[in-house]
Nanobody, 121 residues
Framework: QVQLMESGGGSVQSGGSLRLSCAVS????????MAWFRQAPEKEREAVAA???????TYVDSVKGRYTITQDNSKNTLYLQMNSMKTEDTAIYYC???????????????WGQGTQVPVSS
C-alpha cells in the first residue's frame, strides 16, 4: 500500500522560498500522476502542481513561474520548490498520488497528511 508523508513546511516571509518534500513508500504505477495540493483557511482544496508520467508539469496560474514540482525516483521523493512566496500562498500543503487520467482527485487516491505553510507579510 502506498503511503506519502510531507515535510519541510513552516513559517516563511513574503518573498522568501521554501521546499516541501513528500516521501513515498510502497508501490506506484507509472501511469499515475503525482501532485501537490493546498488548502487555505476556509477555502476549498486546490491543485497546485502536477507531474504527469511523461514528465509534463502543470501548475495553477497563481503559482506559475514561482513553483517547481520535481521527483527524485532514487530517493522516492516528490518535491515542491516555492519561490517568491506571497501571503496568499498560506495553506496546508498535501502531496498526492492520483489515479485518474486528468489528475483530478478521486476515491482511492493516496494522500499525505499535510504540512502547514504560513506566509507572513
Amino acid at each position: 500500500q502506498v503511503q506519502l508523508m510531507e515535510s519541510g513546511g513552516g513559517s516563511v516571509q513574503s518573498g522568501g522560498s521554501l521546499r516541501l518534500s513528500c516521501a513515498v513508500s510502497g508501490y506506484t504505477y507509472s501511469q499515475y500522476c503525482m501532485a501537490w495540493f493546498r488548502q487555505a483557511p476556509e477555502k476549498e482544496r486546490e491543485a497546485v502542481a502536477a507531474l504527469e508520467p511523461d514528465g509534463t508539469k502543470t501548475y495553477v496560474d497563481s503559482v506559475k513561474g514561482r513553483y517547481t514540482i520535481t521527483q527524485d525516483n532514487s530517493k522516492n521523493t516528490l518535491y515542491l520548490q516555492m519561490n517568491s512566496m506571497k501571503t496568499e500562498d498560506t495553506a496546508i500543503y498535501y502531496c498526492a498520488e492520483l489515479k485518474h487520467y486528468s489528475c483530478a482527485p478521486q476515491p482511492g487516491d493516496n494522500w499525505g497528511q499535510g504540512t502547514q505553510v504560513p506566509v507572513s507579510s
